[in-house]
Structure formats: C-alpha cells, structure tokens
C-alpha cells in the first residue's frame, strides 16, 4: 500500500483546509488511517485517526470540534477537514495506516505500517 497526501500550503488563522490521503494498493477498506503531524522542533504526533468499521475515530483533545477525519473507501482516499485553524496547527502531516482485521483505533504511531510523504502548511497569525 502506497499512500500520498496532499492539500498543503498557506492558510490564516481561522480559515479551513482538507488534507487528502489516497492510496493505492488492495484491501485499504481494511485499514486504519491516521493523520500525524509534526511541528519545528517537536515530536510526531497522532491528530486523529479512523478505523474502517463504523468509522469508529480518534480526536486528541487539540483538535476535537475544529478537524474531521473521514474516509471514501472506493476512492482508497480519507479525509481530514481542518477547521478554526491556529498558528499552532502548522507542522507537516502526514498519514499512515495499517491493515487491522478487527478494526482497531491505533493511537501509536509505531502500530503504522504505510506512511505517507508529509505535506506541509503552515497558518499564519
């Protein structure tokens, strides 16, 4: 499974922005997908996540009421709408998934097999 964000660049405080993930490869109806992000000298982090089996999700608390992260299984692509957006949203993203069978929510990045290249955006105050 190959995966590919894309959706970055400049956006201001308060405005919106929708990061794709597409992959390609079989059985990614079977995965779980996560967006990560990492900002300027700071660790990779989990932003939100989606299991395939009743789009079970994960918010950390940052972003709960601002993103949604949702998936289109026949275009292999997911989701996520980024709204409110902060100065402090800025980093590179970037998604993963795994093939999980019973559908589990992985929170830890090391749990992700297939990871895509990161997209960069930054908010500007």
């Known amino acids: 499974v190959q995966q590919q964000a894309c959706g970055g660049g400049f956006v201001q405080t308060g405005g919106f922005l929708r990061l794709a993930c597409e992959a390609s490869g079989s059985s990614f109806d079977r995965h779980t997908v996560g967006w990560f992000r990492q900002a300027p000298g700071k660790e990779r982090d989990l932003v939100a996540a989606i299991s395939w089996s009743d789009n079970g999700s994960y918010y950390t608390d940052s972003v709960k009421g601002r993103f949604t992260i949702s998936r289109d299984n026949a275009k292999n692509t997911v989701y996520l709408q980024m709204n409110s957006l902060k100065p402090e949203d800025t980093a590179v993203y970037y998604c993963?998934?795994?093939?999980?069978?019973?559908?589990?929510?992985?929170?830890?990045?090391?749990?992700?097999?297939?990871w895509g290249q990161g997209t960069l955006f930054t908010v500007s105050s």
């Open positions: 993963a998934s795994v093939y999980s069978s019973l559908a589990y929510l992985c929170r830890d990045q090391r749990d992700y097999l297939y």
